[in-house]
Each structure stands twice: as structure tokens, then as C-alpha cells.
């Protein structure tokens, strides 16, 4: 079975400091995906960023980067230099790679403050 | 030149009636979805269609019928509407290699509400 976790409800982060939000995730396909969304209160779900389970270097997009712990099965966002437009909720996300199907976590609330 | 479209985004009804909710989407992607994000912010799957045809079905009401004309729309059609049927629906499309790295990307949701 396929589960991620989120066990941060809300968190919050001073501008322009960085911030961890935390996800781990079970799944026994040696292959996978690991994502992360954005959710504005505006309501879109944004791409931020992908790692592959096979992929040596941990993936950065920008101010994003993406804390992969195989061994731990963890996969933290790491966010710097907070901005206030960061400010949303977060969710985690699996695509194992027998499936097509993503597993969501519960997401975790940022909120930043000036 | 949006890459997944849904309409209406919001839909206001009334229990019992029977409503649809279309997507869209250019980019040439072969696999659509639909979610459901209930008021806790979880974020289920329910149907997923791969070329047309269905590969994911979740235990969802029979109510909710998905239809693909082609692989570029995927629309939902909610028969019965019941007050625990409003949420915010979102539309993703994905390019699945089978890989493990396909990217979904979303629509930007239809909020329906039930009164």
C-alpha cells in the first residue's frame, strides 16, 4: 500500500527565512516519483518541483529544493528566503511507477510573516 | 494559452439536480483525472482515463459519471446532487510514460456547492 505523510498541519516562517516542510512516504515499488504542490487560498494546485527515486542529487527549482532521504523515505521541501507570497498550503504527492495513480499527503499549511 | 481549463469554477445547485463540470486541456498529454478536495483539504482520486478510456475508478457514487469525447477533455456529470457532494473538483492531465516521473497538472478547480 501506497501512504504519504504530512504531520505538520501549520507552520510558520519569518520572511526571508527558510523553512522545512516535512513529508514521508511507504510505498514497496523500488520506482517512484516524489512531487510537490503548491495550494494558494486562491485555489490552484501549482507544481513546484519532482524527484525520482533513482535520481543521485536531490532536485532544486529555484528557491525550492527537495531534502530526499531515501534510506528514511523522506522527501522535505526545503524553502528559502521566505516571501510573503509563499504563504499557502503544501501538499506532498507519490506516483509509484507500476501505477499511474498519485497519493496525496494531508498538506501543511505555511503561513509567512513579515 | 491555459494548459488544463475547467468550467464553470463555480457552481452553485440545488440538492437533486443533475449538474456537469468539463475540462480541457492543450498539452498534449494522453491521461486525465478528476479529484475530489473535500473542506479538510484532502485531495482524493476518482477517476482516471488513459486515451480515452477509464484506468481508475475509486469507490465513488455510481451518481458520478466521467465521459472523454478525446483524449484532450475529460468531463464529470453528477446525477442527484447531495449536500456531501460539494467540494472544489479538479481536473489534471499527465503525460504517463509509466514512468514514475509524470507530472500532473492541475486545473484550477470548480467549487460546487449544494445547498
Known amino acids: 500500500a501506497q501512504k504519504i505523510t504530512q504531520t505538520q498541519p501549520g507552520m510558520f516562517v519569518q520572511e526571508k527565512e527558510a523553512v522545512t516542510l516535512d513529508c514521508t512516504y511507504d510505498t514497496s515499488d523500488p520506482s517512484y516519483g516524489l512531487f510537490w504542490y503548491k495550494q494558494p487560498s486562491s485555489g490552484e494546485m501549482i507544481f513546484l518541483i519532482y524527484q525520482g527515486s533513482y535520481d543521485q542529487q536531490n532536485a532544486t527549482e529555484g528557491r525550492y529544493s527537495l531534502n530526499f532521504q531515501k534510506a528514511r523515505k523522506s522527501a522535505n521541501l526545503v524553502i528559502s528566503a521566505s516571501q510573503l507570497g509563499d504563504s499557502a498550503m503544501y501538499f506532498c504527492?507519490?506516483?509509484?511507477?507500476?501505477?499511474?495513480?498519485?497519493?496525496f499527503g494531508t498538506g501543511t499549511s505555511l503561513t509567512v510573516i513579515p | 494559452d491555459t494548459a488544463v481549463s475547467q468550467t464553470p469554477k463555480y457552481l452553485v445547485t440545488q440538492m437533486g439536480n443533475d449538474k456537469s463540470i468539463k475540462c480541457e486541456q492543450n498539452?498534449?498529454?494522453?491521461?486525465m483525472y478528476w479529484y475530489k478536495q473535500d473542506s479538510k483539504k484532502f485531495l482524493k482520486i476518482m477517476f482516471s482515463?488513459?486515451?480515452?478510456?477509464?484506468?481508475i475508478n475509486e469507490t465513488v457514487p455510481n451518481r458520478f459519471s466521467p465521459k472523454s469525447p478525446d483524449k484532450a477533455h475529460l468531463n464529470l456529470h453528477i446525477n442527484s446532487l447531495e449536500l456531501g457532494d460539494s467540494a472544489v473538483y479538479f481536473c489534471?492531465?499527465?503525460?504517463?510514460?509509466?514512468?514514475?516521473?509524470?507530472?500532473?497538472?492541475f486545473g484550477p478547480g470548480t467549487r460546487l456547492t449544494v445547498l
Open positions: 498539452l498534449g498529454h494522453d491521461t
Open positions: 504527492a507519490m506516483i509509484p511507477n507500476t501505477g499511474n495513480q498519485f497519493y
Open positions: 489534471a492531465s499527465s503525460d504517463s510514460s509509466g514512468s514514475g516521473t509524470d507530472t500532473q497538472y
Open positions: 482515463y488513459n486515451n480515452k478510456e477509464l484506468i
